[in-house]
């Protein structure tokens, strides 16, 4: 089987990677590379809290012709990623919830991140773009 086939629906490895990219690239000071932040820790939670429901996987193979009970996979995923500032040793924090439980929009993406004196969150069921950015930025 190839390897879409089997990841496909999993949510930390098909949308967290996106939640967890989105919120380096925002914590990323401008005038730095992208990968300029060191991640310190990241810690996860998966869940299987709708698709793994009887009722529902047998929802889910009679209309869309897909059989979770054979490969199942979480449909909830949340998370933090530590950043440290190698520069000045501030420490940034991005968390994200990410799922594919939503009956209507069919996914969400959320992710935030905080730092001294700014922050930013974004949802993908709600818009726009929030972002907060303090009086002094150190």
């Keep these: ?16 990677c996106h939640s967890i990219a989105v919120g380096r690239y925002v914590l990323t000071p401008a005038d730095k590379p992208l990968l300029y932040l060191k991640p310190q820790s990241v810690t ?11 009722a529902w996987r047998e929802k889910l193979l009679k209309e869309r012709g897909v059989d979770y009970a054979k490969t ?6 949340t998370g933090m990623v530590t950043y440290r500032n190698p520069e ?3 420490m940034v924090k991005s968390p994200f919830a990410d799922s594919w439980m939503f009956e209507k929009q069919g996914l ?6 905080m730092g001294s004196g ?14 907060f ?3 002094q930025l150190l």
């Design 1 to 16: 089987m190839a390897f879409a086939q089997l990841t496909w629906r999993e949510s930390l490895l098909d949308m967290g």
């Design 44 to 54: 996860a939670d998966l869940g299987l809290l709708k698709w793994g429901q009887p």
């Design 72 to 77: 199942p996979a979480e449909d909830f995923a």
């Design 88 to 90: 000045t040793g501030q």
């Design 108 to 113: 969400r993406l959320f992710m935030d991140g």
């Design 118 to 131: 700014y922050a930013f969150e974004i949802n993908t069921l709600v818009s726009p773009l929030n972002v």
């Design 133 to 135: 950015i303090g009086d």
